[in-house]
């Protein structure tokens, strides 16, 4: 009989039956060895009823356990004990299912968030009050140059400022640290925000490099600027270079006395007009970057051709010229005819630093860097530039020598930028400068 209840009400008739038989053999009768016997009996009933009750307690408890360790495998069933425990057993699936279907929810969301956290662009890092860090995504390991971060005192190598600012950022605060990763410089803009969980205090910051952002600007800028002084300058030297060819024309026609003074004047205005707007032609292809036409060739290649363009310039200035390739097979996609012309400049630039020094070396290596991208460095072991004017050898119009027109290396940047690479520099005076080409 599997019903809970009849069981119950059955066991107490048997008990109070057997206390009846107690109290007769051992009071009326005075055959105690029989009372004795039953009252046995009587305890095996009343422990046989406890363990009853005990077990459908055990399974309950056994249920809110599996719950509370979130393990929904389980369930309680209690088939023919009666309909109360059908309630129950009804009430308890339902229970368990509702705690399945919110885990399974949770979960959902869980991996939602993990997959969103991972593929976004910008850094993120959430970490405790000692530094221990709780979650960071792919954008920041990248960033940062780290497979995992245990805690952000682990990034006191990749820059101190760093550390220092994740330590004191509070909520809501933003924060720029420039970081010197090798010859890159990263401008990192880092805006914090706290928050707890389960009662423990968290700090999620964001984090992201603006340096490229900042020198798209700066580009933008100037090419702006640019196209403002060129279009006045070309409206002023035009029309005065054409007025002073027809002068000369006049002038060649015959005329009467001082007209080779005349066809003089005439012909030095007509030749600074001229070198004017070549000057100002010059400064016009700051803005009209051509679309790169991507191809793939070998970097082996390349380099051939910027040495084969120098070798006469080299042996005359006794300047030695080495290139180097790791890997010997490694291809480059991007516009030939365009970083040879940066590799033209960068070379001539090297080639005139090194003037008057003695054993004066142009190096040019080719290589895969740390993130697996092409990397072309120019090295010479020249008198290097000043930190003052390293800051602003990108400016258009800057220039560290006195016959320079200031516009190679800034156009070199804006190719770089085109082909979605990045050009640095770096320069220990008196000893080198070494400027990279990142793809």
């Known amino acids: 009989m599997r019903n809970f209840r009849i069981q119950i009400i059955a066991r107490i008739i048997l008990m109070a039956i057997t206390t009846v038989g107690i109290v007769f053999l051992g009071w009326m009768s005075s055959s105690f060895m029989a009372a004795g016997l039953l009252t046995v009996v ?14 459908t307690n055990r399974d309950v408890a056994r249920l809110l356990r599996s719950i509370r360790y979130s393990d929904f495998s389980q369930t309680f069933s209690a088939p023919g004990w009666g309909s109360s425990f059908k309630d129950l057993n009804a009430a308890l699936s339902d229970v368990m299912d509702d705690f399945r279907t919110a885990r399974s929810e949770t979960e959902e969301h869980y991996r939602f968030l993990q997959t969103v956290m991972h593929h976004i662009g910008v850094g993120l890092i959430s970490y405790r009050s000692n530094g221990s860090v709780g979650l960071i995504n792919n954008a920041a390991k990248r960033l940062l140059r780290v497979q995992y971060l245990n805690n952000i005192a682990m990034l006191s190598e990749f820059s101190p400022q760093l550390v220092e600012t994740l330590s004191r950022i509070s909520s809501g605060e933003k924060r720029i640290v420039k970081v010197v990763d090798g010859d890159e410089l990263l401008e990192l803009v880092i805006y914090g925000t706290q928050f707890k969980m389960r009662g423990t205090p968290y700090t999620l910051v964001s984090i992201q490099d603006i340096q490229t952002e900042l020198e798209e ?223």
């Open 42 to 55: 009587l305890i095996f009933q009343i422990t046989a009823l406890v363990r009853h009750v005990d077990r």
């Open 217 to 439: 600007k700066e580009i933008e800028a100037w090419q702006k600027l640019a196209r403002v002084l060129t279009h006045e300058i070309m409206n002023s030297i035009t029309p005065i270079s054409s007025l002073a060819t027809s002068v000369r024309e006049l002038l060649d026609d015959g005329l009467p006395s001082h007209a080779s003074d005349v066809r003089e004047a005439v012909q030095t205005i007509e030749r600074r007009s001229q070198s004017l707007l070549g000057f100002v032609q010059a400064y016009r292809s700051l803005t009209r970057i051509p679309r790169p036409d991507l191809s793939i060739f070998p970097l082996r290649r390349l380099l051939d051709d910027v040495e084969l363009l120098f070798r006469n310039e080299l042996a005359q200035h006794g300047i030695a010229f080495e290139t180097s390739i790791d890997p010997s097979e490694l291809d480059l996609t991007a516009d030939k005819s365009l970083i040879e012309q940066i590799l033209i400049n960068l070379v001539r630039n090297a080639i005139q630093a090194l003037h008057g020094t003695e054993r004066g070396t142009v190096r040019v290596r080719a290589f895969l860097g740390d993130r697996g991208r092409p990397v072309i460095q120019v090295t010479d072991n020249g008198p290097g530039i000043e930190p003052e004017a390293l800051e602003k050898v990108f400016i258009p119009f800057f220039s560290t020598k006195s016959d320079g027109s200031g516009i190679g290396l800034s156009l070199s940047r804006q190719i770089m930028r085109a082909h979605g690479g990045t050009m640095g520099i770096k320069s220990n005076p008196g000893e080198e400068t070494t400027v990279t080409l990142r793809f």
